[in-house]
């Protein structure tokens, strides 16, 4: 049976977006959703015949341009050169994952009815959505400042039938598309195209890509963490709750009592140590990964606030009689957001590759390389120059691209955010971390075989489920499809954090 997710007034949350997308749930609009797109409509349609007034962008040209008084005859034209002037996106394509989210927030955004759209536009978004029907969409193009202008374009081009659109696995004109599904374009009205390309859903999709992984990736930062802890015959006691309880942070004591949990029953954990301290990158996995913790809670707080907000302009109220040019377009507060979340998971991936390389050190009884003969057997030795690498990069894509700006329109857009620099970025930032990950689990379970005692039962049965995908290794062999595996594994598993 099809499950059905309503839009309406109800607060949109990460979690409803992760059910909706498990689910694979269509989308409808609530009655008194479809009633606040009508009201604003009619107001729009109501005002532009009364008033001779110019009001920014829906009888004024854009930008520079806003002291441009346009006819009333030529209102619907201009919406659509708007839409094809503005789709300039270069690049690689935006992932249909991505697309898909943003077609959802869009419509999000444009239900709260302070957009001025036509009921039909709405509904057009809303077939492309339950139909799999992705527009094409570049990644370089945005600002974020006026909106993401130039990604939302190529978004919105195929309601005008223009552009091209991903459909059954392949690339189609959305003139084929409209044919193929008997639609007629879409007749855009005064205001818009501007409020379908005025606007923060690019960065916005980005960022809860991003976030569904990062909150997934932080709980398998933890379950590894522990593996090589044990594997390594480190230490339980910096994860007493005591220390933790004196530096309250929140990811602190939540990773503290996750790796207990982990690790409970451990006989390796338990055992008599020769040791007095493990290196920071096991003693101290409670103050980093917790940290990251609560970056990402940070981070989850401002998109969930986005999501849930009109970022077009001009924003119209009906029952106050008032049309507001303003800012809500500018994406700073998600590109702040985003460049902090690639920083904190940058982190998660650095402290990650320093256990490997302890684990592969010929440390605490462990053989060289992590394999029989070494010598003859390099094992284990380059899967960390991998990860290494990796975290080297990460290292540069975690600079930040808010505190860049450029001027564009005739300075009369003078201080942009750079959010969707900072969302697609992040994504490398995300995707790198899922490898270097990967890539110490692969060592870590590789380490605990060579330990007689037993790990939890937890950790033992999540090894376990991992050797389905990945073998242990005996002699030299390609790591590379190990590794894919190990990336595999951890990318279609799913977990309630």
């Known amino acids: 049976m099809e499950t059905i997710h309503f839009i309406d007034s109800k607060f949109l949350s990460l979690t409803t977006i992760k059910e909706i997308i498990l689910e694979d749930k269509k989308i409808k609009l609530a009655d008194e959703t479809i009633t606040k797109i009508e009201k604003c409509r009619h107001y729009l349609d109501a005002k ?65 009815g302070h957009s001025g759209v036509q009921l039909e536009t709405v509904n057009r978004l809303i077939d492309f959505y339950n139909n799999d029907i992705y527009p094409l969409i570049f990644t370089q193009g945005s600002l974020g400042a006026s909106g993401d ?38 007749e855009l009205k005064s205001k818009e195209g501007l409020g379908l390309l005025n606007g923060t859903q690019f960065m916005s999709a980005y960022g809860v890509f991003n976030l569904l992984k990062a909150h997934k ?63 920071y990158s096991f003693r101290c996995i409670p103050q980093v990964h917790g940290a990251t913790k609560d970056t990402i809670n940070f981070v989850t707080k401002t998109i969930e606030t986005e999501i849930n907000s009109v970022t077009d302009n001009p924003n ?18 998600l590109a702040l957001a985003l460049d902090y979340l690639a920083i904190a998971l940058a982190e998660l991936g650095s402290i990650s590759e320093r256990r490997t390389y302890q684990l592969v050190s010929g440390l605490r009884g462990l053989p060289d ?40 329109s005739n300075g009369q857009e003078d201080h942009v955010s750079m959010g969707a620099n ?10 790198n971390l899922e490898r270097i990950l990967a890539i110490e689990l692969f060592n870590a379970s590789q380490a605990l075989s060579f330990r007689k005692d037993k790990t939890s039962d937890f950790l033992d049965s999540f090894v376990t489920l991992f050797r389905n995908d990945v073998p242990l290794v005996d002699k030299d062999r390609v790591l590379h499809d190990d590794i894919m595996n190990a990336i595999l594994f951890l990318d279609t598993m799913i977990v309630e954090d």
């Open 316 to 333: 119209i109220f009906v029952d106050e009689d008032i049309i507001i040019s303003g800012g809500n377009f500018h994406g700073q507060p």
């Open 217 to 279: 990736l932080s709980y398998f930062a933890d379950v590894i963490g522990a593996i090589s802890l044990d594997a390594f015959d480190g230490r339980i006691s910096p994860f007493n709750e005591l220390i933790h309880l004196v530096r309250p942070h929140n990811g602190q004591l939540k990773t503290a009592k996750r790796m207990r949990n982990l690790l409970e029953g451990s006989e390796l954990i338990k055992r008599e140590k020769e040791h007095v301290q493990d290196p």
């Open 48 to 112: 532009m015949t009364k008033s001779e007034k110019p009001i920014y962008g829906i009888n004024t040209g854009f930008g520079s341009l806003c002291n441009v008084k346009i006819s009333h005859d030529n209102l619907q034209q201009l919406q659509e050169n708007l839409v094809k002037s503005h789709a300039c996106g270069t690049g690689d394509s935006v992932p249909n994952e991505i697309v898909k989210l943003m077609l959802l927030l869009k419509i999000q955004s444009l239900s709260y």
């Open 149 to 186: 202008l130039s990604p939302l374009a190529h978004l919105a081009l195929p309601l005008i039938g223009e552009g091209k659109v991903w459909y059954e696995n392949e690339i189609i004109s959305a003139k084929a598309l409209l044919k193929k599904m008997h639609w007629q374009k879409i």
């Open 422 to 431: 900072s969302a697609t970025k992040c994504k490398r930032v995300v995707d």
């Open 369 to 408: 390389f992590l394999v029989a003969n070494p010598g003859l057997n390099s094992g284990f030795m380059i899967p960390q120059y991998t990860a290494a690498s990796i975290v080297s990069q990460n290292k540069q894509l975690a600079t930040p691209s808010s505190v860049d700006s450029i001027v564009s």
